[in-house]
């Protein structure tokens, strides 16, 4: 059986590139599909403003004539600066099952890598930590979310026969909204917000958020640039990301901590109601109906909140500001009815974001993996 490799070249190959993953998942009930527009626009060099420091090249494995996987390869050039590397990653990676394919979609990423002065393939990882990353290892049987990216189990176990090992985990947390705000919580959150001068800042209506998104998303920078892979945005992809994400936030379930004292932004928290299942019925397409099963689970009643960013300043890490946030979210939660929340990927290595959770009947049900191989 032949494996052919092909280069995507035109934008009918882009798109091809992108509806694989929908493709290959259709009967699969825990795979959530992205919109087909989204990624289409993540993938645009002409249009993502991450081109201005990366390269790519994307792949698709032909079998015997039809598409049998796809993958990106990344050289993120701030990202090596920052970190002192030269590597390359690998990532929008889906295959069937057959390790001639898996093994011919990795092998032209490494080989483009390498004539680019790589000597280190790592990934799954996209441009920016707002990119899909890791693959799943554990938690086959539980439902995706927006933010991440579903593999089928015999993924991992096609990469650690080509010889990639683990690198970094993320683990996944599913809590239960507790009836009311704990006790200390409470009391914590008044004690902070007396100590260092700061306030609460929450809003009705869109336009009255767009003062602080850049804030937000320099926010973003500040207290994720530590954290692995991370790629400091640039003001163009700030802009960006304020264009594409807060039109569509839910106004109440994002909480703002500012400094009394000239409103700069040191703690956030933006959470949405799931959008799973309506992402699952849309298929990729917001039209004709696509749009019609989002706007019902962000305004109808829904079980699930995504928390999608919880983000302190690095001064005020570990000083009660996350009770702040809970002491001010837990009770919108609880009367939008929400029974569960899901957390984002968190990483491993990093107890002081786990720890949070342990005041919570919260349980760690997904974990997904960066692959790392020496070239």
């Excluded at 902070?192 to 973003?220: D, H």
């Excluded at 019902?296 to 995504?306: E, F, G, Q, S, T």
């Excluded at 929340?341 to 997904?366: F, G, I, M, R």
């Amino acid at each position: 059986m032949s494996i052919v490799i092909k280069e995507v070249e035109t934008r009918q190959e882009l798109k091809e590139f992108v509806k694989f993953n929908i493709k290959l998942y259709k009967d699969c009930p825990y795979h959530v599909p992205g919109l087909i527009y989204d990624e289409m626009m993540t993938l645009d060099r002409t249009k993502n403003p991450s081109f201005d420091f990366c390269e790519t090249k994307y792949f698709l494995a032909y079998k015997d004539g039809v598409i049998a996987g796809r993958i990106a390869g990344i050289i993120n050039h701030k990202a090596n600066k920052h970190w002192n590397e030269t590597n390359v990653r690998f990532g929008f990676i889906d295959f069937i099952d057959d390790e001639n394919v898996s093994e011919a979609l990795l092998s032209a990423v490494e080989k483009w890598g390498k004539e680019n002065g790589m000597n280190v393939i790592h990934g799954p990882l996209g441009f920016t930590d707002l990119d899909h990353e890791g693959l799943l290892v554990w938690g086959f049987e539980e439902e995706g979310t927006m933010a991440t990216a579903y593999s089928h189990p015999y993924y991992k176990d096609h990469l650690a026969k080509l010889g990639y090992e683990k690198d970094q985990d993320w683990n996944e947390f599913k809590i239960q909204i507790p009836e009311k705000v704990p006790e200390k919580y409470s009391r914590i959150s008044q004690i902070v917000l007396r100590k260092y001068g700061l306030k609460i800042m929450k809003f009705k209506k869109t336009k009255e958020i767009w003062p602080y998104a850049q804030k937000i998303f320099e926010l973003w920078n500040e207290a994720f640039k530590p954290l692995y892979g991370y790629s400091e945005l640039s003001p163009e992809q700030i802009e960006y990301y304020v264009k594409m994400y807060i039109p569509m936030l839910s106004l109440d379930l994002v909480t703002l901590v500012v400094k009394e004292e000239d409103d700069s932004v040191i703690g956030v928290a933006i959470a949405l109601p799931s959008l799973s299942k309506a992402l699952k019925k849309a298929k990729g397409k917001l039209f004709p109906f696509g749009w019609a099963y989002l706007l019902k689970a962000l305004y109808r009643k829904n079980k699930v909140v995504d928390l999608y960013i919880i983000g302190v300043a690095p001064e005020y890490q570990g000083k009660g500001v996350n009770a702040i946030i809970f002491n001010d979210l837990i009770p919108i939660f609880s009367q939008k009815g929400y029974v569960y929340a899901e957390s984002n990927p968190e990483l491993e290595l990093n107890t002081k974001v786990q720890s949070q959770w342990e005041d919570y009947d919260a349980v760690h049900h997904k974990t997904r993996r960066a692959f790392i191989k020496k070239l």
